[in-house]
């Protein structure tokens, strides 16, 4: 399809983009913003996948055949080693970059409750991070990234993600616990069973009958005490201690000082 822009042609049509052609094309990539490879790393997934899906979005291009928008799509194929069809406009004003991706982007959680989920912020967390860990992008310390599709799979995979979500809003659990950490709990679910999850929330909410060495009562104890820190831990680290918490919790054992730190490898439950 042609449209004329400025006095100019745009050549609009869907096309094969293999992976020399993505490569090829990142060679005049050269204004573009920062590269965040867990977004690659995402879009990579999923293409390898096969559940990269057109949606509208362009790869755009200028007059004299500069990248303007969509790098990480095309680092994306390069990386996976797929050919994958994509929208391209070409012959676009090289001013007109200042003017690409300006709009609000929706958000995860926003795309979640815009389908109809309650809880919407703490389901796409959840979510998230249930990927993180299938995935191993655990390790990138809360750093990788879950496309919406992969957010809307785990939803479907992991229904235990509205049980928890909903037990996360509950005033004691939500002020200390992250959303993130809340994953945990959905996959200590899975594994050990929906009831030792829940008792393991309901005590940590209660924090009656808990005792010095009891994980339930470690991973309180330093949850609250990070509620009024200046220097938070980070989600990541929140989440490890959690692990840690639970699979003591699930084996029935103590637990001397609960910590993580980023040398650590990454705990399982």
């Not at 995402?42 to 057109?54: L, N, R």
């Not at 389908?115 to 959840?126: C, E, K, L, R, T």
Request: aromatic share 6%; glycine share 8%; hydrophobic share 40%.
């Amino acid at each position: 399809m042609n449209n004329p822009i400025n006095g100019e042609l745009l050549v609009i049509q869907e096309m094969l983009i293999t992976p020399a052609t993505a490569t090829q094309w990142l060679s005049s990539n050269h204004q573009n913003r920062p590269l965040r490879k867990s977004v690659v790393s995402a879009y990579a997934s999923d293409m390898t996948a096969g559940k990269w899906q057109q949606n509208g979005e362009t790869i755009k291009r200028s007059i004299d055949g500069k990248l303007l928008d969509g790098q990480h799509r095309l680092h994306a194929i390069a990386r996976s080693g797929c050919a994958v069809k994509m929208l391209v406009i070409d012959g676009l004003p090289e001013d007109s970059f200042h003017t690409i991706d300006t709009g609000m982007r929706r958000s995860n959680a926003q795309l979640v409750g815009l389908a109809g989920h309650n809880n919407a912020s703490a389901q796409a967390s959840i979510a998230r991070w249930v990927v993180l860990m299938e995935t191993s992008q655990s390790k990138q310390m809360g750093k990788g990234a879950a496309t919406a599709q992969q957010v809307f799979e785990a939803l479907e995979r992991h229904p235990l993600i509205t049980h928890f979500a909903q037990r996360h809003t509950h005033k004691g659990i939500r002020a200390f616990i992250p959303g993130a950490a809340i994953s945990v709990l959905v996959l200590a679910a899975e594994k050990h069973g929906q009831a030792l999850a829940d008792d393991f929330l309901t005590s940590f909410k209660s924090g009656e009958g808990l005792k010095k060495g009891d994980p339930v009562y470690e991973l309180r104890e330093r949850l609250i005490a990070n509620s009024s820190r200046v220097a938070k831990l980070t989600t990541a680290t929140i989440v490890a201690i959690t692990i840690k918490a639970v699979r003591a919790y699930a084996a029935q054992r103590t637990l001397g000082t609960l910590r993580w730190t980023p040398n650590e490898d990454w705990p399982t439950l």
